[in-house]
């Protein structure tokens, strides 16, 4: 029985979704499980009674409690989930609406119009539900107060409608400011969470990508070519003589040096190609549906560039020159064997008179074959 319980509870629970709307459709679950139960209980002890009208409309929101639980599992979308909310929402304030019109049993009806606010302002959000809520407290106090002598209306005193709208209000209002506070703390934690997502991927220095998202940005990019079967290529970059530059300029305008260039490096790709700090003065590139001879080329320009173009240093002009590695990324190739042979291409770039680019498949020397 609890296994059953728990399946009902979690149905239309995804891992894909945020944890608020999984949150939302778990106690969609439960609300609408207790709400088609008590109406049901209700309408059945109602037409033991004899009291078939009231029965009627308890048994027809039993009903539609369930249909608007089984629409957000059975359609499992964002648009049948809001659908089952509405639908949620105007059941229960139409049939609390009708208690407070007929009474229900013994004057007792309008007790239920409690369940209102908490349930709207949590479903519908703080602006919407503030909106259906001000919408029903108008209809609600047309209702008794604006047929005092209509004989479809149940007699409550004057005091009783008063004291009951006030309450209303007032647990309107409560549940308003909750609502208002719990979403701003949600979006707070949620902006906080993705600023230390966005920090953990990123180059506090330079901005691009660090060594952790550049990881991440490979294994999406290989999983895409696995299905779509269209290569791409890894490039690795190593500002050549850098350590000379720190050791002249100092630390700080190194710095300097290592944002000019990725600033550099990242006006010339397209918008779907990738840049990442890969530690240090290196830096990798990510170039999507591209042949190892494609990135070549790209690079050769982005090289080009770099020699005619020379940092302002503090006021002082300054010629960097990067050298190359690059490997192409197929089915036949995965990710560490590519970034490795690009590592390798690195190396004999820098051996052979730096500032140039070097494709993995242009080596000859039998020292550069794969182990």
Known sequence: ???????????????????????????????????????????????????????????????????????????????????????????????????????????????????????????????????????????????????NDASFVANYTYAFKTRLLYSFLTVSFLSAFYEYSRQKSYDTALYLSEQFERQAKHDHLTQLLNRRGAQQCLEREYARMLRSKRKFSVAIADIDRFKSINDTLGHEQGDEVLRQISKVFSSRLRGQDILARWGGE??????????????????????????????????????????????????????????RRADQALYYAKDNGRDCVCGFSSLSSPSFSEN
């Open 1 to 147: 029985m609890f296994g059953s319980l728990k399946q009902y509870v979690f149905s239309g629970v995804s891992r894909h979704y945020k944890d608020e709307t999984n949150r939302r459709i778990m106690v969609v679950n439960l609300f609408a499980a207790v709400g088609m139960s008590i109406t049901f209980l209700l309408g059945s002890r109602a037409f033991i009674d004899g009291e078939y009208s009231l029965s009627t409309t308890l048994y027809t929101a039993s009903v539609v409690f369930a249909i608007s639980q089984r629409l957000q599992v059975r359609f499992a979308s964002a648009r049948a989930r809001t659908w089952s909310i509405t639908l949620l929402i105007i059941c229960l304030m139409v049939l609390t609406l009708l208690l407070l019109i007929t009474g229900g049993k013994d004057n007792t009806g309008p007790l239920w119009i409690y369940l209102v606010p908490p349930v709207t302002m949590f479903f519908a959000g703080f602006v919407r539900g503030l909106i259906a809520l001000i919408a029903y407290t108008l209809v609600s106090a047309i209702v008794l107060f604006g047929f």
């Open 282 to 339: 290196e830096f990798m590139f990510i170039f999507t549906d591209t042949d190892e001879a494609g990135a070549v080329n790209a690079l050769e320009n982005i090289r080009d560039i770099l020699n005619n173009a020379p940092l302002n240093i503090n006021g002082s002009e300054i010629h960097v020159t990067s050298s190359f590695g690059v490997s192409e990324v197929n089915p036949d190739i995965d990710i560490s064997c590519a970034v």
